[in-house]
């Protein structure tokens, strides 16, 4: 005999799963974004964090969270947790990127417009 | 004059912040998903924590992650980060439940697993 308590817990727990791998999927993706963010700023000297930028990004997902009825507290703690893995990757590029070429880091640094070289 | 560096940041931008609303929404969903979880299992008497569903949860995401170039290590970290705010919304969920009618609250004390048992 099936227990409906377990058959309706099962499917519930699909389609958890099916969102873990959209949320997966698409935080792949966004890294990958952060990732030529990164290297251009890199590229051009620019610095790696905007303060501006990041008071609107915040701002911006309190508000969708509010209208997706989700806690804009957590949105916000999210947006740090996602924000603080993109600058620990920026700043394990960046020291590659000066052990491998310090030259080249020091001609972006001093204003050279060089296209970015993407891996 | 239009600045192709500034241009470019601002096409990728657009890109993460699409993403960051899509990631908002997915994350709504799942909470609203885990609320329904955690609803069964409070009127049924389950224990809020399986360990062994959350260490499959782990390998699944993990694998995943390798095949989307995520660094799994972060996948898993992320889980545990979304975990952490479900368990609180359980909690939070039940001590509602405790003022309410403390009898059921006690029934689910003494079969509980309170603590997630991941690090």
Same mark, same amino acid.
């Given at each position: 005999? =099936?227990?409906? =308590?377990?058959?309706?817990?099962?499917?519930?727990?699909?389609? @958890?799963?099916?969102?873990?791998?959209?949320? =997966?999927?698409?935080? +792949?993706?966004?890294?990958? @974004?952060?990732?030529?963010?990164?290297?251009?700023?890199?590229?051009?000297?620019?610095?790696?964090?905007y303060?501006l930028r990041e008071a609107q990004q @915040?701002?911006?997902?309190?508000?969708?969270?509010?209208? +997706?009825?989700?806690?804009?507290?957590?949105?916000?703690?999210?947006?740090?947790? =996602? /924000?603080?893995? /993109? /600058?620990?990757?920026?700043? +394990?590029?960046?020291?590659?990127?000066?052990?491998?070429?310090?030259?080249?880091?020091?001609?972006?640094?001093?204003? +050279?417009?060089?296209?970015?070289?993407?891996?």
């Amino acid at each position: 005999m =099936v227990d409906p =308590v377990a058959e309706e817990l099962l499917r519930l727990r699909m389609s @958890i799963d099916n969102m873990d791998a959209a949320l =997966v999927h698409l935080l +792949a993706e966004r890294f990958k @974004i952060t990732q030529q963010v990164g290297e251009l700023k890199a590229a051009h000297g620019l610095p790696p964090a905007y303060p501006l930028r990041e008071a609107q990004q @915040i701002e911006r997902l309190r508000a969708l969270a509010e209208e +997706a009825r989700l806690d804009p507290e957590f949105a916000e703690k999210f947006l740090n947790f =996602v /924000v603080a893995e /993109v /600058v620990r990757h920026h700043e +394990a590029a960046r020291s590659q990127n000066t052990s491998r070429d310090s030259k080249a880091y020091l001609s972006h640094q001093n204003g +050279a417009n060089e296209k970015p070289s993407r891996p």
